[in-house]
């Protein structure tokens, strides 16, 4: 928390010098990587990340940073309706840790309003909810988990090169658009990415780490803290070997059935 008496454009003055100052405010100190993330001026950011990295708590003080310095619209979508909703907790704690420097106008669980007009709405896994005004910034949180339907609806808002889209996620199995963008290179490289595993991670203790290591199945281990894309352990055939079949031409003759 602020110390009392801190003027108001004092802070903003602070924060658009140095746009981690929110998690600061809430006493975290950012990760090397979530300071890179905070300031990153891509306009495409793909984060794969370990899970307990802090990706939602650094992108939650990218977008407040915006919002609180100029007139933002952040529209951010999670697999479910509570996870966007904590997604948007986490910025109020910081802005309410900066003593709100810029007056809310709509408070809600799934909206937060500021008089200087910005806005960040918080929204589920929808594709119907995923038309109407440009947004100048789209998080997608989860996003090995969240539709193709909804990326493929979101991505017409980015048609004027004027919107960021911000994709953050722990892998979740060899399929869907976030997979596909990873394991493509010449679509990755139109984003900005970041990979974070567990051992860039200052706080998650190795001791700990191990005992999941001995305890968790190794493909699931590998995904949730190595990042690695690993097909569902219930599959009967890995995405390569499906692939690979579907791709042989002629692979096979047609039987003559004699007839």
């Known amino acids: 928390m602020l110390a ?16 981690t100052f929110p998690m600061k405010a809430v006493g975290l100190t ?4 979530q300071a890179d993330l905070i300031t990153c001026r891509a306009r495409q950011i793909m984060a794969l990340c370990t899970r307990r990295a802090g990706k939602s708590q650094a992108t939650a003080c990218r977008v407040l940073s915006k919002c ?5 619209y952040v529209r951010v979508h999670n697999p479910t309706g509570e996870q966007s909703q904590e997604f948007l907790q986490l910025a109020r704690e910081m802005n309410d840790a900066l003593g709100c420097p810029v007056p809310l106008i709509r408070e809600s669980l799934t909206e937060l309003a500021w008089v200087n007009g910005s806005r ?14 440009t947004p100048d910034i789209v998080v997608l949180d989860e996003a090995a988990q969240v539709s193709d339907e909804l990326y493929l609806s979101l991505k017409p808002m980015m048609l004027l090169g004027k919107a960021e889209m911000m994709a953050l996620s722990t892998p979740f199995g060899k399929l869907g658009w976030f997979f596909e963008i990873w394991d493509t290179p010449k679509m990755l490289r139109h984003w900005q990415t970041f990979t974070i595993t567990a051992d860039d991670c200052p706080r998650i203790d190795p ?8 305890t968790m199945p190794p493909r699931w281990f590998d995904q949730e803290y190595y990042v690695k894309f690993n097909s569902a352990t219930n599959s009967v055939f890995d995405k390569e070997v499906v692939e690979s079949a579907c791709k042989a031409d ?6 003559d059935l004699g007839v």
């Open 4 to 19: 009392t008496g801190t003027s108001t454009a004092s802070i903003l003055n602070q924060i658009r010098i140095d746009p």
């Open 30 to 33: 950012p990760d090397p990587w």
């Open 68 to 72: 609180l310095t100029r007139r933002t």
């Open 120 to 133: 960040l709405k918080a929204r589920p896994d929808s594709p119907r909810g995923a038309r109407g005004p």
């Open 207 to 214: 001791y700990i780490l191990e005992e999941h290591r001995a």
């Open 250 to 255: 002629d692979a096979f003759a047609p039987l």
